[in-house]
């Protein structure tokens, strides 16, 4: 039995802590367009630069008490062909760079970019009308906590539940609504809207992860209602990591941070960004990001190196181009699970001294888009990328296989991948009709090798090399149909996915192991947004998902067919004022053809079916202006409908997830905390409750873990500030554990114990 800390006092320092930074309230009246943007420059403490010949004649609108300066902006240009762009405490009052039009004035949702991207921009503003669930972190609130890595700060949106293995961010394990969370193999993300996986189709699964948290803007993740613009692998939604934006003008900033675990080990994360836009036509950015050292446990030496460089370039008003190069590269020593006693014993040490992970990939990306006229636009998306991974683990041959301490030999897994895909897109308006309709082309090669070495005698078997090639195309068309002036938005589309794989091994002289997988796949949706009145919007949705099986599963013997579901959801936001607001969710997922490895025949088939439902809510409470709160509580019910376990609920997935953070601001300091519980959970298919020997099956604990953060910015001068913070992760070091995973899926892996975090950001 694992002996909890005490937390009662952790609700008391929520309490004491509450936070947010407040907007003030600017007000417009009777001045020209130029005096208005000098007033609201003045009240903001902010400096501004405009052409003045675009101001001329030009007279402003009234308008009063509208909180936070950029929604005064935007009211104060609304009728003007200009936008206001801030950023490092200076406006930017230029052309609009891509045309917009307006809505009816019965429509109170403003203007609409006409665009053919589904979800937008990845902003507040794009999820307050979204027909779906939807959580937004952006870089304000990345910063303000004490989130370790990318999976600390997924780890408090309703229905993602997180098994952190490594402590650094490597390889994070994510599930969302309940689904697998091992290597994330069930999570659709892309980088500024470019599939993140190594190959989307034939190898889904994150065993290597090109993200670092230090060079994003925003994670938008988009729980329900993209699917039929957004697959494969998008079961349980689309996760967009949003690289930080080339800034308006020529800036820097360079960052420090040190991890230091209770036991002493040291994490450092180095980044640096400079550029900028180099005239009105062209940007250019380039970004560094390294993490070195340690988490608390042994054997867990990490290295990574993460260059990435922007260019952003608009030949014509109406007409942009954006690239990207990047490189990333790590190298990690994996501290993998610990057999019960040794765990007991101290949690932080390591039994599987050979586990470890080497990758490297080269990604790059052209994106051309162009608005003939108001009503259109075509996109025409490129990417490729070359990418090597390779895992070692400690073997044993005589029966024990991954049994912690047992280990006679050594298997390599080493696997290249080169993938290509290009996808055009046309969206065009029509009276009260949105059509956008697109085409994707992935070409996949995946070179499959796997060794092994024996201690005995030192020699180097093959045991496998296979050859996987994919090419697979989808065809997506929708019609977003307004109705009711605007305030009723009905979405029909379908998904057409024709995937083909060929399997060769090359090992064998048997013609007959080469296969050929062929599939096709329509996949029908339907959104639905309401705007019941200024203060409510309604929304539901259900839509087809498919994924397709995988490199490790297309060989084997049986005709496997590609894994699908349907999804369901309805939910609401209420927003009746700045102070208040909240959104909840009520979905289901019906999964089918599950695919599942049968031992008897040592083969996959598509045998599961499961069923996923629960309901998610969001609520954010401001009672001060220097005060807020945000508050979510997730319910999760799962069920195996097929097999010997039917019943029983799925493995690793909690019932219960609350979640809450808090901030609060005195005298430009800013304190956050934030706090997780998540309920038990089983971690075999069977619900075992009682633990094996070996740790490899049993109930997991539930679990409580509070951070916290102080921060502060200080001006040095007129052109640099700093930024200083100091965080505690796991304040309580509560104890807790998951069950082993991928190369070492017996025993206990331990969550992360106590961490301080100290940081300091220089901007200029």
Known sequence: MIKKKSTLIAPMLALALSTSLYAKQYSVENLSLQKAIEQLSKDSNMSYMVDAKLLKNQKAPNFKNIEGIEKAFKELLKDTNLEAVIEDETILIRKKRVHKKENSASNNLGQVEVQGNWIGNSSYEDVKTYSGARTIIDSATLNKTAAKNIEDALRVVPGIQIQDETGTGVLPNISLRGLKPGRSANLNAMVNGIPAAIAPYSHSSFSLFPITMETLETIDIVRGGAAVHYGPNNVGGVVNFVTKPISTKPSSTIKGTVHSADNGNILTDTYFRTGGFINDNLGLQLQYNNINGESFRDHSDTNVNNYIFDLEYFPTDNSEIKSNIQYYKADANLPGAQ??????????????????????????????????????????????????????????????????????????????????????????????????????????????????????????????????????????????????????????????????????????????????????????????????????????????????????????????????????????????????????????????????????????????????????????????????????????????LTGDNRGNQLPWVAKHQFSISSDYEYNKNKFNLTGLYISKAFSDSANTKEESANGQYGEVPSYTLWNAKVSREVKLNSDFTADLSFGVNNIFDEDYYFRGVDVSPIGRVAGQGRTFIVSAQINF
Do not use: C
């Open 339 to 640: 057999l019960p006693e040794d765990y007991k014993d101290d949690k932080s040490s390591s039994q599987r001294p050979h586990d470890e992970f080497h990758g490297k990939t080269k990604r790059a990306s052209v994106t051309y888009k162009l608005n003939p006229t108001e009503d259109t636009e075509f996109y025409w998306m490129n990417y490729a990328q070359k990418s090597e991974r390779r895992f070692d683990w400690g073997w044993n041959t005589s029966g024990s296989s991954f049994t912690p301490g047992t280990a006679d030999s050594v298997r390599v897994a080493d696997r290249e991948i080169d993938v290509f895909g290009t996808e055009p897109r046309f969206t065009f308006e029509k009276s009260n009709h949105k059509v956008t309709f697109g085409t994707r082309y992935v070409k996949e090669d995946v070179d499959y090798l796997l060794h092994q070495t024996k201690f005995s005698d030192g020699v180097k078997g093959t045991l496998r090399d296979w050859k996987i090639k994919t090419d697979a195309v989808a065809s997506y068309l929708s019609d977003t149909i307004s109705l009711m002036d605007g305030r009723l938005k009905v979405t029909p589309g379908i998904r057409y996915e024709k995937i083909d794989t060929d399997f060769g091994d090359n090992l064998s002289n048997d013609p007959l192991a080469d296969k050929r997988k062929d599939m096709r796949s329509w996949l029908p949706g339907l959104s639905i947004g309401y705007q019941a009145t200024n203060d409510l919007f309604l929304f539901t949705n259900a839509q087809r998902s498919l994924k397709s099986p995988q490199v490790a599963q297309v060989r084997k013997d049986g005709d496997l067919a590609a894994e699908l579901a349907w999804n369901y959801e309805v939910g609401f936001r209420y927003e009746p004022n700045s102070k208040f607001s909240i959104g909840s969710t009520l979905y289901r997922i019906d999964y089918e053809d599950q695919i599942e490895y049968v031992a008897s025949t040592q083969s996959f088939k598509n045998l599961g079916e499961t069923r996923h439902q629960g309901i998610e809510t969001q609520i954010n409470f401001k009672p001060s202006d220097n005060t807020q709160f945000a508050l979510g509580y997730t319910y999760l019910d799962t069920e195996q």
